[in-house]
């Protein structure tokens, strides 16, 4: 038997060019879910051993005009009347935008109850309602102090634990101090170290919510310029206005230049990465927080949700890689 061997070499030069993480702002959840928790004692009409103002119809005024300022039809409405318990299911004020009219009237309807203010538990009833698959702001409503339930500490506690509750997700919560009375330290302090947590003093609860994403993931090898998209609830609260800036926490590699915002597209502001040190002494990947500040004090009913994010740096170009075939006939 004869063997006739052909050998056939065929050479292939196969160039293959990898991009990782092409400059893009990460995905955020955009339908949006409110929670309010108000309180309907007497005190809220100006009865009760505290002597306080009548300000109820005021709040179910303001509570009015917040659903109206909602465009979006798909968002979730949910009011829970509390006194000494929170108010059960079957009382719990619930639609969404789409029968904003239905909403309306089941606010106008509301009435104060004979009762004194368990916060705690109208607290955690609110948490009940947190819907993971969409931007959650949940608001506490009231007039006075804790005074039933659970004791104080208990409530300062369950306040703490939304640093846990909120981790990674848009659950963002207000505690809304209507009146003098309601105003305690110990809470605003608790509000000021919990992340995604505020305190607000007035009777106008119509907060302008300015959303972004809570991780903005960028490749900065061949651009350095950063943008953050934001988008606004309210529509007369313009971006321009509010003295926006980011500041990125301390770190050995990457500093940023002052924020403007973008010449293309009037929601986003930029900035710049800037390298601390030789790019060879910088990680692939570098995960940093950057914390969003604005005038609050001209724009104390503005807030940006989230006001903190997790920047997530790639310093990575682009792979080449040449793959050699080799056939073999025999």
């Known amino acids: 038997m004869r063997r006739i061997m052909n050998r056939i070499t065929k050479s292939l030069s196969l160039v293959l060019f990898v991009l990782f993480f092409q400059n893009s702002y990460s995905q955020m959840i955009t339908s949006e879910k409110r929670i309010y928790l108000l309180d309907v004692t007497k005190s809220m009409i100006g009865r009760g051993s505290v002597n306080t103002p009548n300000i109820f119809d005021e709040v179910k005024k303001s509570l009015e005009d917040a659903v109206d300022d909602i465009s979006d039809s798909r968002t979730e409405i949910v009011i829970i009347p509390f006194t000494d318990k929170p108010a059960s299911n079957e009382e719990v004020v619930q639609g969404t935008i789409a029968q904003k009219d239905t909403l309306r009237m089941q606010i106008e309807s509301l009435n104060v109850k004979s009762g004194n203010t368990n916060i705690a538990d109208a607290w955690s009833k609110g948490i009940e ?14 007039d006075g102090l804790h005074n039933f339930g659970p004791d104080k500490e208990v409530l300062y506690e369950r306040l703490r634990a939304w640093d846990t509750i909120c981790d990674g997700k848009y659950f963002f919560s207000f505690y809304v101090m209507l009146t003098t009375n309601a105003i305690e330290q110990e809470i605003q302090q608790i509000t000021r170290n919990t992340k995604q947590m505020w305190s607000i003093e007035s009777l106008n609860i119509n907060a302008a919510l300015i959303k972004s994403s809570l991780v903005q993931r960028f490749n900065i090898f061949e651009d350095k310029t950063i943008g953050v998209e934001f988008s606004s609830n309210n529509p007369k609260v313009f971006l321009e206005d509010l ?5 990125i926490e301390d770190n050995p ?53 989230p006001n903190e994010f997790e920047f997530k740096i790639l310093n990575r170009g682009v792979r080449r890689m040449t793959l050699k075939v080799v056939d073999d006939e025999k």
């Not at 309602?129 to 009231?142: A, I, Q």
């Not at 502001?269 to 040190?277: A, S």
């Open 129 to 142: 309602y947190l819907d993971s698959t969409k931007v959650n702001y949940m608001f506490l409503l009231t």
């Open 253 to 305: 590699y990457y500093s940023i230049s002052p924020t403007r915002r973008s010449a293309n597209n009037s929601k986003i502001y930029e900035f710049d990465v800037i390298e601390k040190t030789e790019k060879i002494n910088i990680p692939i990947d570098v995960a940093l927080k950057i914390n969003v500040n604005h005038n609050d004090e001209k724009y104390p009913l503005v807030f940006f949700t």
């Open 243 to 247: 003295n926006v800036q980011f500041d």
